[in-house]
């Protein structure tokens, strides 16, 4: 049974979009809508918009849009009646009683179950004799049984099917665990063969913000390759959304800030010496789910990354992503040691806090960065410096901050600070035109022929597919045109097979005298197809703007007829059945048949 409409509409009074996506996203008003950077696709000219009018978002460069339900669903990786849950509990309301499909919950449950599991059966190998070696690897890297315990850590026996064994006792299917990524399925012999993903390693277990186990990191005890092996992306895990020890660090966060490491086990090493607010990106590199997830609980994020080469690249990039979204960055610079394990051990927590203490800020580790590069004592050194130095400043958003350190640099080169922000506003300039060219692509990839992957017959429909999308975009927002349409279109005679899908949930509701408002159709679509439905809202909004201002018919009952005569007779040539070859009487009465005159 599907969730009631009350419910829904509740949870639409309380969940305000603008409130709700703001924790995520940075907003800025542009009239009646709000713009922001999309947290569903890489960007750097806004292209994501909130309608608070509609309760609704949709991004015009990846198409992504919908409901409040289907954000938390695509933001947070959560089925339908989990988002529904998830909203419910954070404003303030009881889920209904009546039965609901929860299949999809049900799975995702038992794979936090069969990981939470195994969690314990590699923590309590590692406390056993067969764990001995790897225990005293951990002691070794001095890690107190204090910290291991914290954390849960364990240790994967050298065997192929230590683990599988266990969960066979404990009721686990073969299927739940491969999909849960604990096992594999050779492919070397005719029968099916299933053994352990993780032998002989290190465990530590990747618990989400909610104190869920989602995946493992499994850690050689040498210097063997691969030195890690992670669990692959599941139902329950996506490494490009995660954040290791955040279920810890969101309740120790300092003067709001976090401190954001290369590793788990430089993470690990933080907490025992007292930084119980350091986490670590999940994955090869930082992404911007991961940022935007860290953004919820700090204003301001202390990079501890490794001071080799890739370690500085990766805080580059870092610094980028996170100056998207409006965090506070600081760079750690280590001396001594080439991480925060190493610096810890060798010089203590003390020396880690006065390193803490003098970090430089964003802007301050990149003008020490590009001054590097460049001999200052030559002219040419100068000028190659102050061109890197302007691009730095170029991307300050505050005059004050582009004013002081114009100061700077003005008193270092012996360069008048006026030349220098009058270069500096050129390439404001630029890069602003730059934007709006961006801009208008983003544009255009709104216009119909974008996004056809969900709706494939749409390219090889044109014609139709556009009739259909006006005559949808006007019952999504006029739905009381539909008591005059009901006997002139049906879903069968829609030609593209998503757009037939959504009209016979609009039918099906409309004929009930239901709402049809995104949140009562968002359990009926994917999140992906949810966009589709909130683009045709869009649009038809669009029209109805168009027709107040006395153009054409768009936004009218009258262009519905004229709609669905489109769909008529592309229909019929799709049939094969050609207009121009009909009888007038047979072309009329198929007509009236249709009651479309």
């Known amino acids: ?147 291991v315990k914290r954390f849960g850590l364990g240790y994967a026996p050298n065997d192929w099917s230590g683990l599988l064994e266990h969960m066979r006792q404990k009721g686990y299917s073969q299927s739940e665990l491969l999909e849960a990524n604990l096992v594999r399925k050779s492919s070397k012999s005719e029968r099916e063969t299933y053994y352990d993903n993780f032998r002989n390693r290190v465990m530590v277990p990747i618990i989400d913000p909610r104190g869920n186990v989602i995946a493992f990191g499994g850690r050689v005890l040498d210097d063997s390759k691969p030195k890690y092996i992670n669990t692959s992306d599941t139902l329950i895990y996506k490494k490009s959304q995660g954040v290791f020890a955040l279920n810890f660090a969101k309740n120790d966060i300092k003067d709001g800030r976090l401190i954001l490491a290369e590793g788990y086990m430089d993470v690990i090493a933080l907490h025992q010496a007292g930084f119980l607010n350091a986490v670590a990106g999940l994955g090869t590199a930082l992404t911007r789910e991961q940022t935007r997830l860290l953004s919820r609980y700090a204003d301001e994020v202390v990079l501890a990354y490794d001071s080799d080469e890739a370690g500085q690249a990766a805080a580059q990039k870092a610094i980028g992503l996170f100056g998207e979204i ?46 590097g590069k460049y001999d200052l004592t030559t002219d040419d050194g100068k000028v190659s410096f102050m061109r890197a130095a302007i691009a730095v400043l170029a991307s300050l958003d505050s005059a004050v901050e582009r004013d002081i350190y114009a100061s700077r640099l003005s008193d270092e080169v012996s360069v008048g600070k006026d030349a220098i922000l009058i270069q500096v506003n050129e390439l404001r300039s630029k890069r602003r035109k730059q934007q709006e060219r961006e801009r208008s692509r983003f544009t255009a990839k709104s216009l119909p022929g974008f996004g056809e992957g969900l709706n494939p017959e749409k390219k090889r429909n044109l014609r139709a597919a556009a009739a259909e999308e006006k005559l949808l975009s006007n019952l999504l927002n006029n739905p009381g045109f539909y008591p005059k349409l009901a006997d002139k279109v049906k879903a069968e005679n829609f030609v593209t097979e998503l757009n037939r899908r959504i009209y016979e949930v609009l039918e099906k509701r409309l004929s009930e005298n239901r709402g049809v408002e995104l949140e009562f159709l968002s359990g009926s679509f994917s999140p992906e197809e949810m966009g589709a439905v909130n683009k045709l809202l869009v649009s038809g909004s669009a029209f109805g703007k168009a027709a107040s201002q006395g153009l054409a018919n768009q936004g009218s009952l009258e262009e519905c007829i004229d709609c669905i005569n489109i769909m008529f007779k592309e229909k019929l040539k799709k049939e094969k059945v050609s207009p121009s070859e009909m009888s007038d009487e047979e072309f009329l009465r198929r007509i009236r048949d249709k009651n479309l005159l």
């Open 326 to 371: 409006g965090v506070k960055v600081r760079v750690l610079k280590f001396e001594g040691g080439k991480d925060p394990d190493e610096i810890i051990r060798k010089y203590g927590a003390e020396r880690f806090q006065r390193l803490i203490d003098g970090a430089a800020n964003d802007t301050e580790y990149k003008l020490l960065n590009e001054r």
């Open 1 to 147: 049974m599907p969730i009631p409409d009350s419910f829904l509409s509740d949870l639409r009074d309380r969940a305000d979009v603008e409130s709700l996506i703001s924790s995520y996203v940075t907003l800025k008003r542009r009239g009646k809508t709000l713009t922001g950077l999309c947290p569903f696709h890489s960007e750097k000219t806004p292209s994501f918009t909130v309608y608070p009018d509609s309760n609704s978002f949709y991004c015009f460069g990846c198409g992504a849009g919908g409901d409040v339900i289907t954000f938390v669903r695509r933001v947070e990786n959560l089925d339908y009646v989990e988002a529904v849950k998830s909203l419910a509990q954070r404003y303030g309301l009881n889920m209904p009683e009546d039965g609901y499909d929860d299949t999809l919950s049900k799975k995702r449950g038992r794979l936090m179950a069969a990981n939470r599991e195994a969690a314990g059966f590699f923590h309590h190998t590692l406390m056993s004799e067969h764990g001995k070696p790897a225990l005293d690897y951990l002691l070794g890297r001095g890690l107190s049984m204090a910290t």
